[in-house]
Every structure is written in C-alpha cells, then in structure tokens.
C-alpha cells in the first residue's frame, strides 16, 4: 500500500477473505471490492489465481494484496493475520472461507480416519477460531474507527441442520465451527459480532459433473439453490449489519427443508 493511498484507505474498510483465490471465497472478495472494502486475499497454493483476482479487486479502485499461508499450520495462520493487519490496519471483517472437502463415511471402505478428521479439524475450525481470536485483540487494542461493529464471518453448510452420513469429518469440522460462532459471539462482544454463513450447494464439488450439478442445485422447494453471488452479497450483508452476531444465516434456496439420507451429490449421478 503506497503512502499516496493511506489518506483514501483511511476511509474505507478492509476485510481479509480466507481462500479467495478461487471459487466462493473469490466471489465473495470480488463483491466486497464492489461495494468499496479494501481486500487481503489469502491464498494457500494458488498464486496464480490469488494474484490475478487482487488485479480483479483492484480494477475496482479499491487497494487489494496477496498473503499466503498455510492454515494446517498455526504459526502460519498467526503470520497471516499479522502481515494482514500491519498492511491493512483499516481491517473490519475477517471472513473464514478456506476449508477442506474430503469424502469419508464410517461405514464404507473410505472411512474416517485420525488424519482425515485432524486435517479438516486443523483447517475447517482451528484456524477459523485461531483467527478470530486474533481478530478479536486486535480490534480491542485498535478500536473501531466506524459505525458498525467489526465482524468475523464463518462459512458453513446447510448441511448442518440437514444431517446425512456422508462427508463425516467435514461434516464434523464443520458442526463444531457452528457452535464456536455463538460462543465466540457471547466472548468477544461489544468489540466484535461472529456470525455464520450457510452455503447450499453452489458450485461443482469433486467428480461431480455439470449436469450433475444442474440437477443437484434444483433440488430446493424454490427450484435453485444458492449461487457464488447469493453468498457473496449475504456475506457483505452481514459485515454492515450492526446487530447480527451470534447466529447464522442460511442462504441455501430452502435446501435445508429437504431432509436427505445422502449429500445431494450422490443423487444426481
């Protein structure tokens, strides 16, 4: 960030999105871009991409840079946010949106393992509760300079309240993300909101094909599912919402009223 733009910077908000080289978290950084927030894109081992979507985010006339880290690695995520807030000290939102989607099921020849529930557990929680915590001192040390109150934003899954037996460690990784954003709410107040932010199935996942997906995104009581943009615009939605924290928005189509003995991935094949 050059000093010609401090001044400019000073005025506008920053988040950092985890994972916004590609795919979600990149929509939901370009989105940010769009309503003016300065934007730190990490990236994981994506560098290509992460660099050519902080070109994106900058065409927009807003400042963007790249940091990488390995979120698997605690030291590393510290590095991350330390970097992130010493470039951008304007930082306002944290969105966690890097995890990891690895199938295991207990009951098949893939099942869950001690590595495979730590990796998602390492990357999928861990990380996410490691950073805000370091959110959280940092804008109790640094103070607010605006209306509405600092926010770390948690990707979820509808998943959640629409259990099935597939995706088993991520599923867990993930359920435990979902308590710590109303404990993490109760901890962190006044001087930070956590809130959740539930996907339905908004893009292509693993082997699964187009016309898979097609069929697998109709699968709602509204006929769709959510798209890149529908959380994209949630996720800005609840980063200028002073009194959301603690809860966690679904944005799924109604996927969730559907209740499914397997991922909508195996019934589209």
Sequence with gaps: MNPSSTALSQQRKAVLVTGAAKRLGREIALQFA?????????????????LETVGQIQGFGVQSAAFQADLANEQSAQNLFSQVSKEFTHLHCLVNSASIFEYDRASTNTPLTTKTLQDHMQVNLTAPVLLAQLMFQFQKKNGSKFDVIPSVIQLLDQKLINLNPDYLSYTLSKAALATSVEMLAMDFAPYLRVVGLAPGISLPSGEQTDEGFSKAHQMTPLGKSSTPADIAKAAVFLADSNAITGTTLYVDGGQHLLP??????????
């Design 34 to 50: 769009r309503q003016g927030w300065d934007v730190a894109v990490h990236y994981g081992r994506s560098e290509k991409e992460a």
């Design 260 to 269: 499914s003995s397997r991922d909508v991935m195996f019934k589209t094949n």
